[in-house]
């Protein structure tokens, strides 16, 4: 069984600053990566995906997330962070043929000016 | 292209009761999945449906069904509705093969009285 765990429930930055989201996936074989973000009131909305290649995947909003299958992370990442980004960050698994998603619990992210 | 559309936005059921809730993708996308959402439980996985057959399905009871139409168009189904059912419902449509993100609608949010 696939499982995708966001150890921090909160994430606290302040504006300007570097941020990161941390993610660790258990799955066998080859994972699909993702990465969405849920503002309130709204549907999940897609940032970034890895599938395969190079380890660093640039995003929207100038989000990238660095992939590391020794240390099984996806990390979501972005150099400065905006008052903006504050939101609800999912990092989702996929496995093998079919759509079906298995998410971590969500980070919310505070960005304070 | 027009986003993924749901209907209705927000629903009021009592207890026992049955409630359909509708899903439109984004044109060209064939595949459709449905999410519970809860603050206790997460984004779950309910089921995938492709070519008007379901090709993947969470671990929901019964009473959760669903189906999809010859447009792509599809819906979801709960029977004897109860209070743990209270949830936003998200629709995520996709191309059907390879690694493609899933896009995500605003969700219905049903309250179960």
């Known amino acids: 069984a696939q499982s995708v765990a966001q150890p921090e429930d909160q994430v606290n930055v302040a504006e300007g600053n570097p941020l990161t989201v941390k993610c660790t996936y258990s799955v066998s074989g080859n994972p699909y990566l993702f990465w969405y973000v849920q503002y309130p009131n709204r549907g999940l909305q897609f940032l970034l995906k890895?599938?395969?290649?190079?380890?660093l995947v640039k995003g929207s909003y100038g989000f990238e997330a660095e992939f590391n299958k020794s240390q099984t992370s996806f990390h979501l990442k972005k150099p400065s962070a905006l008052v903006s980004d504050s939101a609800l960050y999912f990092c989702?698994?996929?496995?093998?043929?079919?759509?079906?998603?298995?998410f971590g619990g969500g980070t919310r992210l505070m960005v304070k000016p | 292209k027009a986003g993924v559309t749901q209907t209705p936005r927000y629903l009021i059921k009592t207890r026992g009761q049955q409630v359909t809730l509708s899903c439109s993708p984004i044109?060209?996308?064939?595949?459709v999945s449905w999410y519970q959402q809860t603050p206790g439980q997460g984004l779950q996985f309910l089921f995938e449906y492709f070519s008007e057959t379901q090709r993947n399905k969470g671990n929901f009871p019964g009473r959760f069904s669903g189906r999809q139409f010859s447009n792509s168009r599809s819906e979801m189904n709960v029977s004897t509705l109860e209070l743990g059912d209270s949830a936003l419902y998200l629709c995520?449509?996709?191309?059907?093969?390879?690694?493609?993100?899933?896009?995500f609608g605003p969700g219905t949010r049903l309250t179960v009285t």
């Open positions: 989702a698994v996929r496995q093998n043929a079919g759509n079906m998603l298995t």
């Open positions: 890895y599938i395969t290649g190079d380890n």
């Open positions: 995520a449509s996709s191309l059907p093969a390879g690694a493609y993100e899933q896009y």
């Open positions: 044109s060209g996308h064939r595949s």
